[in-house]
């Protein structure tokens, strides 16, 4: 069974700060990943989705990698700010129509 | 477009009353999925459909009945409610399953008292 694990559960970090998120995964015999974010109160967004056949994708401040191999995946924020305060949850997916199984997410906060 | 709509945002029920949830998303998405969020547990699926007519068993179905008549819909039922379903229900479509990042609603925040 698939296990996705993110740690740390919480961070913190002042505004300016280059940082990283990181994703684990138990198997990866894994068909895509995706990054989200979710704002307290609100439904999950789609932040990036990277297929098992890349290696990054990028938005704006954000990057995502995948290295399938050692089953890891991290999310690259640059010059962080305060509104990208949230959690941000991975997910992986073994099968174009397979369902996504989820970590528990990374609460960020970036201090003033 | 309005993406994924989620009716009510919140509700309180009695120990054995039932409702049901109503899912919307006018993206023509073929799939769409269930999930519960509870603290210190994450996300889990709860049921999902694969199209029109059809409905699957997710992680955690069990007290829980779905249906998808219309593709653009999918109702979530309680059909008698316990105070393990206190918990925030999101509603979720993809155009084809994991193919294409999901898109979300904001919930439902269901306290059963």
């Known amino acids: 069974k698939q296990e996705v694990t993110q740690i740390p559960a919480a961070l913190s970090v002042p505004e300016g700060e280059n940082l990283v998120l990181n994703c684990s995964f138990t198997?990866?015999?894994?068909?895509?990943l995706q990054w989200f974010r979710q704002d307290p109160g609100k439904g999950l967004t789609s932040l990036l989705l990277?297929?098992?056949?890349?290696r990054e994708q990028t938005s704006g401040r954000l990057n995502a990698s995948l290295d399938k191999s050692s089953g890891r995946s991290t999310l690259y924020i640059a010059a962080s700010q305060p509104g990208d305060s949230a959690t941000y949850l991975c997910?992986?997916?073994?099968?174009?129509?397979?369902?996504?199984?989820f970590g528990k997410g990374i609460t960020l906060s970036v201090r003033p | 477009n309005a993406g994924v709509t989620q009716t009510p945002k919140f509700r309180v029920l009695k120990t054995g009353q039932s409702m049901t949830l109503l899912c919307a998303q006018d993206?023509?998405?073929?799939?769409m999925y269930w999930y519960r969020q509870d603290p210190g547990m994450g996300l889990r699926l709860i049921h999902y459909?694969?199209?029109?007519?059809?409905?699957a068993k997710g992680e955690v179905p069990d007290g829980y009945n779905v249906s998808r008549l219309k593709k653009q819909n999918f109702l979530l039922g309680l059909e008698s409610a316990a105070p393990s379903q206190t918990s925030v229900y999101f509603c979720?479509?993809?155009?084809?399953?994991?193919?294409?990042?999901?898109?979300f609603g904001p919930g439902t925040r269901l306290t059963v008292l």
């Open positions: 979720a479509s993809s155009f084809r399953g994991a193919y294409n990042e999901q898109f």
């Open positions: 198997d990866s015999a894994i068909y895509n």
């Open positions: 990277i297929q098992s056949s890349q």
């Open positions: 997910a992986v997916s073994p099968g174009a129509n397979s369902k996504l199984t």
């Open positions: 993206m023509n998405h073929e799939y």
């Open positions: 459909s694969v199209g029109e007519g059809t409905t």
